[in-house]
Nanobody
Framework: QVQLVESGGGLVQAGDSLRLACATS????????MGWFRQPPGKEREFVAA????????MYADSAKGRFTISRDNAKNTVYLQMNDLKPEDAAVYYC???????????????????WGQGTQVTVSS
């Protein structure tokens, strides 16, 4: 049974950093793409970053470029999202997602992902 569990969210001030983690089980992560999405209050879920299987090619939303870094530790079956210089507009529930299509191209579309975590809240005060 595939499970994704996010952690690392919290309340921070603008300019601070957070590192989110997504621990997976029931799957060998090295063959699958992983993504991070977020849903701000009252808004649609939006893409943040993704990392491919294998060599770990990365993709970022414009809002995340230069501030966020996605990485993976296949030995720990865990994906991370390092978020620096956080802004109030980054406040959202952050979700990790797994694309169960083995060795697929990496996507920024939520519909391409098959499994989701329960989310972790990130709050940024100004």
């Amino acid at each position: 049974q595939v499970q994704l569990v996010e952690s690392g969210g919290g309340l921070v001030q603008a300019g601070d950093s957070l590192r989110l983690a997504c621990a997976t089980s029931g799957v060998n992560l090295m063959w699958y793409n992983m993504g991070w999405f977020r849903q701000p209050p009252g808004k649609e879920r939006e893409f943040v970053a993704a990392i491919s299987w294998g060599v770990g090619r990365t993709m970022y939303a414009d809002s995340a470029k230069g501030r966020f870094t996605i990485s993976r530790d296949n030995a720990k079956n865990t994906v991370y999202l390092q978020m620096n210089d956080l802004k109030p507009e980054d406040a959202a529930v952050y979700y990790c997602a797994l694309d169960l299509k083995s060795r697929a191209p990496v996507y920024s579309v939520a519909g391409e992902y098959d499994f989701w975590g329960q989310g972790t809240q990130v709050t940024v005060s100004s």
